[in-house]
Nanobody, 126 residues
């Protein structure tokens, strides 16, 4: 069974940092494109960042460029999202997802992802 488990969410003050983890079981993340999405109450799910199978290509939503960094650790079968300089508008449930693609392709179209985690809550508030 293919599963993704997110962890690392929590409550943080504005300007603070969190590192989210996305760990796979039942499959090898290195063979998949991985993306992080988030969904705030009353809003549509939006793509935050993605990393290609090769690890060479990454992409970020404009709202998080320069603050968030995606990376992978193949030995741990885990992808991370380092989030710095957090803002209240970053508050959302964060999901990781996996899909098969070309080796260097990075995409954040949620309708094309077939494996999803259960989500982890990130709250940025003073």
């Amino acid at each position: 069974q293919l599963q993704l488990v997110e962890s690392g969410g929590g409550l943080v003050q504005p300007g603070g940092s969190l590192r989210l983890s996305c760990t796979a079981s039942g499959f090898t993340l290195a063979y998949y494109t991985i993306a992080w999405f988030r969904q705030a109450p009353g809003k549509e799910r939006e793509g935050v960042s993605c990393i290609s199978r090769s690890g060479i290509s990454t992409a970020y939503a404009d709202s998080v460029k320069g603050r968030f960094t995606i990376s992978g650790d193949n030995a741990k079968n885990t992808v991370y999202l380092q989030m710095n300089s957090l803002k209240p508008e970053d508050t959302a449930v964060y999901y990781c997802a996996a899909r098969t693609t070309a080796v260097h392709l990075c995409t954040m179209n949620p309708s094309t992802f077939s494996v999803w985690g259960q989500g982890t809550q990130v709250t940025v508030s003073s």
